[in-house]
């Protein structure tokens, strides 16, 4: 086997760990990226305003309370609430607009529902549509509603809330898409325990945004030539590899026929050969030279003479020798 062998199997084995690391970095990196562009961005918005319609009294010493004020149940008699909602596009189309708003009495245990405005609908053309509703609530007679309810259902929860609920959904046909969206802006007043104390108001102003987007798929050309590389590599140096272990391993295998008989020989006559060291060289003492014809009369010459039987590997041959004086017994195993 040569020499070289090894070393190329190493090398082989080091840029092919080296080329699978790569190829696992390279599948793990996107080779293709997702961009949208945008065409057409559209807003909803929803606004409630409201005044507190007051009972006389000396807190305020007036009849009419703007929002930023706190509200006390006991003399506040309505609510007159105003909702307004507003649909915006960078597009014109037709748009038409579904709409319906429900009022809920509720706490944790009981609730019940109101229809302020039935389902409806409106439609326009243009970039916008607009819808406002106004209601005014009588807060004495909701506080005595949830009172009877809490005591028909035994729940007698601390806190309840009335919320109005409008249900919105616009469609808007626009050179660049359709628009489907629903929107529902709460606006809920909670009462305070037997509908005495502060009342808290909350959703005064709601906004959803929204665009109508075209998506396209950009192909990474570098990643994906990246890893079709790797592959590649991987696949030629896992050949290589394997062609360099056969080889390896079929040159442990083969032995030559003149390897099997020095094999044979030096395993039966172990006890009567020497290995020289290096090649011998002694053609100045040896002026003759006998070549026999086989190992077993060198056997019977060295024992005639009571001499060692010298080995030495060379470049082309196996040889045997017993040295007597300036003469050589030779028996020779031509290599392959």
């Given at each position: 086997m040569s020499r070289s062998y090894p070393l190329k199997y190493m090398?082989?084995?080091i840029f092919l760990v080296i080329s699978v690391i790569g190829m696992l970095y390279s599948l793990n990196?996107?080779?293709e990226v997702e961009i949208s562009d945008i065409l057409c961005r559209y807003e909803q918005s929803g606004t409630y305003n409201y005044l507190a319609i007051l009972y006389p009294n000396i807190l305020y010493n007036k009849t009419i309370l703007e929002p930023g004020n706190p509200i006390y149940a006991p003399i506040t008699h309505l609510l007159n609430i105003t909702f307004h909602y507003n649909f915006t596009s960078e597009k014109i189309g037709n748009i038409t607009l579904y709409y319906a708003i429900y009022g809920r009495l509720a706490s944790k245990k009981w609730s019940k529902n109101f229809t302020l405005v039935t389902p409806s609908v409106k439609r326009a053309f243009g970039d916008s549509i607009t819808y406002t509703f106004s209601t005014s609530l009588n807060i004495t007679r909701i506080i005595k509603i949830a009172e009877k309810l809490r005591r028909e259902t035994g729940a007698l929860e601390e806190f309840y809330d009335y919320i109005i609920t409008p249900k919105m959904r616009?469609?808007?046909?626009?050179?660049?898409?359709?628009?489907?969206?629903k929107f529902e802006p709460n606006f809920t007043i909670s009462f305070?325990?037997?509908?005495?104390?502060?009342?808290?108001?909350?959703g005064l102003s709601h906004k959803d945004e929204g665009t109508i987007e075209k998506r396209k798929v950009i192909v990474l050309g570098w990643v994906r030539g990246l890893k079709y590389t790797f592959m590649t590599l991987t696949g030629a140096l896992s050949v290589a590899q394997a062609y360099a272990i056969w080889n390896i391993m079929s040159a442990r295998v083969r032995m030559s026929d003149a390897d099997k008989k020095?094999?044979?020989?030096?395993?039966?006559?172990?006890?009567?050969?020497?290995e020289a060291g290096e090649t011998v060289t002694m053609k100045e003492k040896v002026t003759t030279t006998v070549n026999v014809s086989s190992f077993k009369d060198l056997v019977r010459v060295a024992d005639q003479l009571m001499k060692p039987i010298i080995f030495s590997s060379e470049e082309k041959a196996y040889t045997f020798r017993v040295i007597d004086g300036a003469t050589e017994y030779v028996y020779t195993i031509?290599?392959?």
């Open positions: 090398c082989i084995s990196l996107q080779d616009v469609i808007a046909e626009t050179e660049v898409g359709m628009i489907d969206k305070p325990k037997g509908g005495d104390g502060y009342i808290d108001i909350k020095l094999k044979m020989i030096r395993k039966k006559y172990k006890d009567l050969i020497v031509k290599r392959d």
